[in-house]
């Protein structure tokens, strides 16, 4: 679409709500729903997709992109909702991964958390406070209210690091769930939805979770699955004990908690019913929590996901019966992998766990040793892999004698697929193919940004997982560059909408451009990564 006829759309339409446009385009939505469900791969979407009747059922019956992909390497969560709301990659986002390291950070920890401002006096990056500092790029909620100011954007999600990365900047309300309550930046009033969602989510916490019921599509799910010592996983029901806030995150009541502070806002704020398009943005977290503590092919994910989707159904008959003029569309952040030990009874027998020897607290000392150097001579990722940063305060003979000798030391570890070194990642064009045929090169390069990312970045073999067996809660996880990693759903639906499914390979860079085209949001030339899929 030109950006002639789209501010056409945008002036005639979509923001004021007027007469037709030339091509008799429907009317813009009036509410744009954004749902990010954590590690919700296109494997489980598969998986479970004929046992659905509720909300994933009715996306379902929409447009279909069961092969979406976070296309980059780095596939964690901040990285991942980076891309959804600003259709652009991380190297563009500057969300590298949810923690990295700046060697030359003025505090004593350099750890950097994605949604912190590190600059702020007496902070770390586990007791940080909340900030936009580090997101390179405007939301489609800036975008948005930048042109028509009476648009309202509100995020709500289970995590900080979501529920920061759909807002953007301008949101009027971010609420994220922390420990034993709804959070928001520092100084915003509490408005009575989140007081009220509150009290309801710490009473149902106080309370021992009993076991949930076994729905019959979950029993094939239903296998124990040996993992290490008395653990075991695969036949679980989610119970917890009163007051255990690091189980109950891995549970659908999370996730009602989150949808149903969405649905107060949606009433108090009459959103969908103002004079211009509004955007809510929801990160439904639980399902990786589920996917870490028990792994995502036991009851647990099986009981968890059609819980889920119930909540779901819930929540768009709300808004029908509002009779709000809506378009939702769903992604994932990231997939997800299950645990190597059920995989390994599951015909893959080569899937394995490290052993922590690659970290970077570990690596380090043997090459000052080597090298006859001091200090931490490297930083990284404590599961040794992903962007590792040579000591700057080494001299430049030192740093190449460190970059030779860590590239030949992780290359020939037997877990390790390719060490790609800056210059290497650099050297690679940020890709403009299909997102199934990149190199891991090209898939380094669209999560690498120059200015944040490592000396070199280390990628472990396809179905190794990072973990020890003996880790808790978290036994699985993601984070590679492999398919498994980065395939997600896309679900796109509003009443009306002639359903269809594209099996071929897009992205979630894609979602910005088509939810603009809808609302008639004219972007500017070069400003994403992604494309409009459909009705452009
Ligand atoms: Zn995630």
């Not at 100011?149 to 949101?171: E, I, L, N, Q």
């Not at 590792?388 to 992780?410: G, K, M, N, T």
């Not at 009306?496 to 939810?515: H, M």
Request: neutral net charge; charged residues 20%.
């Amino acid at each position: 679409m030109s950006f002639l006829k789209a501010l056409g759309i945008a002036l005639g339409l979509g923001l004021a709500g007027g007469a037709a446009a030339e091509d008799r385009a429907p009317p813009a939505p009036k509410l744009v729903v954004a749902v990010a469900v954590d590690q919700f791969s296109a494997d489980l979407f598969a998986q479970h997709r004929r046992h659905f009747s509720g909300g994933f059922a009715r996306l379902a019956g929409g447009a279909v992109f069961p092969s979406g992909y976070q296309s980059h390497a780095s596939t964690e969560t901040c990285p991942g909702h980076s891309t959804i709301l600003t259709g652009a990659r991380p190297a563009r986002t500057g969300i590298i991964a949810n923690m990295w390291v700046d060697p030359s950070a003025a505090r004593e920890d350099k750890n950097i958390y994605c949604v912190e401002d590190e600059t702020v006096p007496g902070t770390t990056s586990a007791r940080y406070e909340v900030s936009f500092a580090h997101l390179k790029v405007p939301t489609l909620g800036d975008r948005l209210k930048a042109l028509s100011p009476a648009s309202r954007v509100v995020s709500v999600s289970g995590k900080d690091r979501s529920a920061v990365m759909m807002a953007g900047r301008g949101a009027d309300e971010i609420w994220w769930w922390k420990g034993t309550q709804f959070m928001s930046l520092a100084g915003r009033p509490v408005p009575s939805a989140v007081a009220g969602a509150n009290r309801a989510a710490q009473d149902r916490l106080a309370k021992a979770r009993p076991p949930s019921r076994l729905p019959d599509a979950c029993r094939p799910f239903d296998v124990a699955v040996p993992i290490d010592g008395d653990l075991s996983v695969g036949r679980g029901r989610l119970a917890h004990a009163a007051g255990d806030r690091v189980r109950y995150v891995a549970t659908p009541e999370a996730d009602a908690a989150v949808l149903d502070l969405a649905a107060q806002f949606v009433k108090d704020m009459k959103l969908g019913r103002g004079p211009a398009t509004d955007v809510l943005a929801l990160g439904l977290s639980a399902t990786d929590y589920v996917g870490h503590y028990y792994g995502t092919a036991g009851a647990e994910m099986c009981i968890h996901l059609l819980a889920l989707d119930g909540l779901l159904g819930r929540f768009f008959t709300a808004l029908d019966r509002g009779g709000i003029d809506y378009v939702v569309a769903l992604t994932a952040d990231h997939g997800g992998h299950d645990v190597p030990e059920r995989n390994r009874m599951h015909g893959v027998a080569e899937a394995q766990r490290t052993d922590g020897a690659l970290a970077a607290s570990r690596v380090g000392p043997l090459l000052a040793a080597e090298l006859g150097l001091k200090g931490p001579v490297l930083y990284g990722d404590v599961a040794g892999y992903g962007d590792f940063w040579i000591d700057p305060a080494l001299d430049a003979a030192q740093r190449e004698s460190v970059l030779a000798r860590a590239v030949a030391f992780y290359g020939a570890a037997p877990q390790v697929a390719a060490v790609l070194t800056r210059a290497q990642v650099l050297a690679a064009e940020v890709p403009r193919t299909p997102p199934d045929t990149w190199t891991l090169a090209e898939r380094v390069r669209a999560s690498f940004d120059p200015a944040r990312s490592g000396d070199f970045v280390v990628l472990l073999k396809p179905r190794v997982t990072p973990i020890p067996s003996s880790a808790r809660p978290t036994i699985a996880t993601h984070g590679s560059p492999w398919d498994y990693d980065r395939r997600v759903p896309i679900l796109f639906w509003r009443r009306g909408l002639s359903g269809f499914e594209q099996p071929l390979a897009v992205e979630t860079v894609d979602i910005v451009p088509t939810l603009a085209a809808m609302i008639g949001l004219p972007l500017p030339e070069d400003a994403v990564d992604g494309r409009c899929l459909f009705g452009c």
